[in-house]
């Protein structure tokens, strides 16, 4: 039996295979490649270990945290999103679960003075209210004085409110202390979204908020746990800063800007919520509601949908585009970094929303480089 057949078939197999073997990946193949890469499943665990600096103390702790969040809110555990909330937590705290704040007691006497001289109450009755011996042992002004942390501070206004009938007249039952934690998240926003949380509280929401579990977890949910067409991570950063879809509504207050002629402070506030009053942006959207055959209330029930993903769907969205596209010839923006100047008694500088969310993108792009 002749083996020349099977020696030709060998051949031509060899040389199939090395026609059909890969080359080198064209430029647009890499970076599919690299999107690939970014978006495999990982060990949260790990690679928070691999990437939090060695400086930071208790760093198997953080990395443990922070897997559960992911796990708990079922987050995709991939890299960018990783590495998104290293950025906010090392932009807002540089990783510490309470962070110091320069400053602190001077800006909270300033504050209960404020808030004073807007009740019209005589500031020396309130330094004398607050001269009256707290829970633990020592006076207001005492513990005030040396306040280094907004824990620390929000514990204080928390037994000043309950027990010195001064501080019931002067904050109601609102503490004034209103983001903490390693990535500053709005108490408030806790509050409200605490299904699912993985642990059991040992006090409040507020309190809880200021730990590092906690402060990640619904920091975290503020960051990630929404739906968004967002083509960067950047923009998720402005919202975080901003409000859900802060990016995606100016983009459409741009779109109304343009369609209407008239100029509009790109915020991403659409309406004036919790008020019956028309803001800026619902009364340049009303001009354009007999060229939408829309009415007032039609134009508002759409724009109420500017904190969802709604808002993408309705009539209103697709035809104001239409219009504003028409009319300017050219295809506009669905996204767009806000236009808001930050303002706090923490703030010392000149930042806006853009500044925080191109600072924080810069941060995510040095994690996703680091080997």
Same mark, same amino acid.
């Given at each position: ?13 060899? !040389? ?9 990946? $064209? ?6 490649? &690299? ?6 499943? #990982? ?42 909330? /290293? ?16 400053? /602190? ?25 607050? &001269? ?21 501070? $929000?514990?204080? +206004? ?11 007249? /002067? +904050? ?16 408030? +926003? ?27 977890? +619904? ?14 991570? !950047? ?27 008239? &100029? #509009? ?22 001009? /354009? ?21 709604? #808002? ?31 303002? $706090? ?27």
């Amino acid at each position: 039996m002749s083996y020349l057949p099977r020696v030709c078939w060998l051949l031509a197999a060899l !040389i199939v295979a090395g026609c059909s073997s890969p080359g080198p990946l $064209s430029q647009q193949e890499a970076e599919k490649e &690299k999107g690939r890469e970014k978006e495999k499943p #990982l060990d949260v665990a790990s690679v928070v270990r691999q990437k939090i600096p060695a400086s930071v103390k208790d760093r198997d702790g953080w990395a443990q945290d922070i897997a559960t969040t992911f796990r708990s809110q079922q987050l995709a555990p991939t890299l960018e999103n990783i590495c998104s909330v /290293l950025a906010v937590a090392q932009q807002e705290s540089n990783y510490q679960a309470d962070p110091v704040v320069p400053g /602190l007691s001077k800006i909270a006497w300033k504050e209960i003075d404020k808030r004073a001289e807007r009740m019209h109450i005589p500031a020396v009755l309130v330094h004398t209210a607050l &001269k009256v011996t707290s829970p633990n042992g020592k006076s207001y002004s005492e513990r005030l004085d040396k306040v280094r942390t907004e824990r620390e501070l $929000s514990a204080i +206004f928390d037994d000043f409110i309950s027990v010195v009938p001064m501080g019931q007249k /002067l +904050f109601g039952s609102l503490n004034p202390v209103r983001t903490g934690g390693p990535m500053q998240i709005s108490v408030a +926003f806790a509050q409200q979204h605490t299904d699912g949380y993985p642990w059991e509280m040992q006090g409040t929401v507020r309190q809880e908020v200021f730990t590092r579990r906690g402060g990640l977890w +619904f920091g975290t949910y503020h960051l990630l746990n929404y739906p968004a067409r967002y083509s960067a991570p !950047i923009y998720r950063f402005a919202d975080f800063n901003a409000g859900l879809y802060a990016s995606r509504n100016a983009a459409f207050q741009h779109a109304v800007s343009v369609a209407t002629g008239m &100029k #509009l402070a790109l915020d991403g506030d659409l309406i004036l919520y919790n008020s019956n009053d028309t803001g800026a942006t619902e009364r340049a959207v009303r001009t /354009l509601g007999p060229t939408l055959n829309m009415s007032d209330r039609d134009i508002r029930r759409q724009l109420e949908r500017g904190d969802s993903q709604k #808002l993408e769907e309705t009539t209103l969205w697709r035809e104001v585009y239409r219009l504003a596209e028409k009319k300017s010839g050219k295809t506009l923006p669905r996204e767009m970094l806000p236009g808001i100047q930050l303002e $706090s008694p923490k703030i010392t500088r000149n930042l806006t929303t853009a500044w925080f969310a191109k600072r924080v993108d810069d941060r995510r792009a040095a994690c996703m480089a680091q080997n």
